[in-house]
């Protein structure tokens, strides 16, 4: 079977990977970009998709080039800690949740392409610019920079294209761009005192702004730490030409609180700060046409809220690699794919517009604006607890169903 991959991220490399341990080896990876790179900086990969590559051979390689992550703690403005909850390994899980830079993620998992598939596995300048069906095939026309034109007839076509993903448009051309919800989104990253456990996820907030501060590397000689930042607030047009981006920053944080973290000195130690609207997919009807399906952002792209992105593209990796592997027909295996992710993605969707876990801040400055000496007046333990819970259950990342749950390795049946 020949498998043709749409696109050079996390999704779509973590699937060639999948797919070559369920027992396919005639996989190509193609990528628009004239060579590998990744957009955005750091990134938490849950439980759940940690095992899916532990199961792969990767977690050793993946914990040297990120950090395990400890606890998710939770404040408003003021330093008030509204949540707390243990991660990974500390909570329970046989995995751990690692706090990563997302080049790295992604150097990594090319590394591993390469050596399961060889150096021509990826090939880099090849934009999708057509999808066609034929009988008994599928056909990419895939374009690079100077014009050339290459036409590829495949058994199967990926699309794992991210969110602007040329494959979905031609699945669903009426769809139009991205929708927005008025935030914006700014990223960076910059060397600091550890905090807290020092291997942390705090995030802070009120009823519209996020603050998210969590490290992804150590300095061994000096004990300082990476630390990831993200700061999103409602800025109006968020198209316009950027001017000072740090000091935009600071305009709306700088008299916020986060535990242990000099915030004016992280941001204006920051030497590249990225910024762009915070932007989604709606949810679709269908993913599989024929032999054509997508995954990752292509598939569900959602609010970078509970640290669902990577995980969750780590995730149909492998259970679509399961569904080709084990069943007759390649058609019944796309569509059960589908089946199977598609309605936990639009309820995982749901839950991200409503800022998943983070609901907490928005009903704690709603509830007390001003801040509260004790979270018992705001919250009860079990309120609390529920939307954290709920959350966990509708990622399918809640420690029972990982922990438990039957590998998706073709011919094992039990967790390793």
Do not use: C
């Not at 900086?41 to 792969?56: F, H, M, S, Y």
């Not at 003021?78 to 949540?83: A, C, M, P, S």
């Not at 990926?158 to 990223?187: C, F, K, Q, W």
Request: hydrophobic share 40%.
């Amino acid at each position: 079977m020949r498998i043709t991959i749409v696109g050079a991220g996390i999704a779509g490399l973590a699937t060639a990977i999948g797919l070559h341990a369920a027992g396919f080896d005639d996989i190509t990876v193609y990528e628009a970009e004239p060579r590998l790179r990744s957009h955005g900086l750091g990134l938490n990969i849950l439980p759940n998709a940690v095992r899916e590559l532990a199961e792969l051979g990767l977690l050793d390689d993946l914990l040297g080039k990120g950090l395990p992550t400890r606890e998710l703690a939770m404040y408003n403005p003021h330093g008030n800690l509204v949540w707390r909850e243990d991660r990974g390994l500390a909570a329970g899980y046989r995995w751990p949740q690692i706090s990563i830079s997302r080049s790295r993620l992604v150097m990594a998992l090319a590394a591993e392409v390469t050596r399961r598939l060889g150096a021509r596995a990826v090939v880099t300048d090849a934009r999708l610019v057509g999808l066609r069906h034929e009988p008994g095939a599928t056909r990419g026309t895939f374009t690079d920079g100077q014009g050339s034109i290459r036409d590829i007839g495949t058994d199967v076509l990926i699309g794992a294209d991210g969110i602007h993903s040329a494959v979905r448009a031609a699945l669903h051309p009426a769809e139009g761009p991205p929708p927005t919800n008025g935030m914006t989104l700014y990223r960076g990253t910059g060397w600091g005192r550890a905090f807290l456990t020092g291997r942390s996820m705090v995030v802070l907030g009120d009823a519209r702004r996020r603050l998210v501060l969590y490290p992804i590397d150590r300095d061994g000689r000096t004990g300082e730490v990476l630390i990831n930042w993200v700061a999103a607030f409602p800025e109006g047009d968020a198209g316009r030409p950027p001017g000072d981006l740090r000091g935009a920053v600071l305009r709306e944080f700088g008299t916020w609180s986060p535990p242990e973290v000099d915030l004016t000195r992280l941001v204006e130690g920051t030497r590249h700060v990225q910024r762009h609207p915070m932007i989604d997919r709606d949810p679709v009807d269908r993913w599989t046409f024929g032999h054509v399906t997508l995954v990752g952002d292509a598939a569900h792209a959602m609010y970078p809220a509970g640290s669902n992105g990577a995980t969750q593209a780590v995730v149909d990796a492998r259970v679509l690699a399961r569904h080709l592997a084990t069943r007759t027909g390649t058609a019944d295996a796309l569509r059960a794919y589908e089946d199977e992710r598609r309605p936990e993605m639009t309820e995982l969707h749901r839950h991200n517009r409503a800022m998943g876990p983070e609901k907490v801040i928005t009903l704690a400055h709603e509830r007390a604006p001003h801040g509260f000496a004790h979270i018992g007046d705001v919250f009860s333990a079990e309120e609390l607890a529920e939307i954290s819970r709920g959350y966990a259950v509708a990622g399918r990342f809640d420690q029972g169903w990982v922990n438990s749950r039957p590998t998706l390795s073709v011919g094992e049946r039990s967790p390793r």
